[in-house]
């Protein structure tokens, strides 16, 4: 009599059986291979493949840090810079307005001192608003600035282009700057002007800080009512 198969040899040879086939069909199934270039060679996957150079097929679609597809090495450490281009307008606002402080004051509270004299004759606040002007004005040029300044088909400003433009704050701050120097200049010659004629200029000083219109109007008019009043004594 043949000895009876225990349960778990059943079990096995079913398994093995069902197992079988599917082991054959997975054998038996064409694989999917990769089209490679010619002359390329196939390299088994190790752990340190990645450090191998890609594929000519692969290597444009999948660039790789610091490769040198653009002709030179991405840096590890990039240089940050120490201001952000709001902390650069802010901070040229205030310290142009400032600079020009000081030339108000002398003109204003001591307009006959000789220091008040030599401090206006000097060229060194121009100097260096011009200067500042000149690096707002390079951080907020764009291709696009000359189009809106003169966006028109005659080639003069239009309303629209200069609100556009004026919507950057390095815009404004180059803006103000450039405010602040021509109202200096134009503060110095009223001043000038009241020292020749011995005319009162405070107040046409005073105005020209931030209404420099008002304040060479208010110069023109003080100066021909001030020859009035010598012309009648």
Partial sequence: MAP?????????????????????????????????????????????????PLRPELAAAFPRPGARGTGRASPLFR????????????????????????????????PNANTTKRTVESSAPYVALGLLYAYLLYLSWTPETLRAMFASKYWLPELPGIVRMFASEMTVASAWIHLLAVDLF????????????????????????????????AHVVTKVLAGAVGRSH
């Fill in 4 to 52: 009876s198969a225990s349960p778990s040899a059943l079990e096995l040879s079913s398994s093995t059986r069902v197992g079988l086939p599917l082991t054959l069909a997975l054998r038996n199934r064409p694989e999917a291979r990769v089209p490679r270039a010619p002359g390329a060679q196939f390299r088994p996957a190790t752990a340190c493949s990645w450090l191998r």
């Fill in 79 to 110: 240089p940050r810079a120490w201001m952000t281009t709001s902390q650069i307008a802010s901070s040229a606002f205030t310290w142009g307005t400032v600079a020009v402080l000081p030339f108000y004051t002398l003109m204003v509270v001591a």
């Fill in 186 to 217: 134009a503060a110095r010659q009223v001043y000038h002007d009241g020292i020749k004629n011995n005319i009162e200029t405070r107040h046409s000083v005073s105005l020209c800080l931030l209404f420099c219109p008002v304040g060479i109007l």
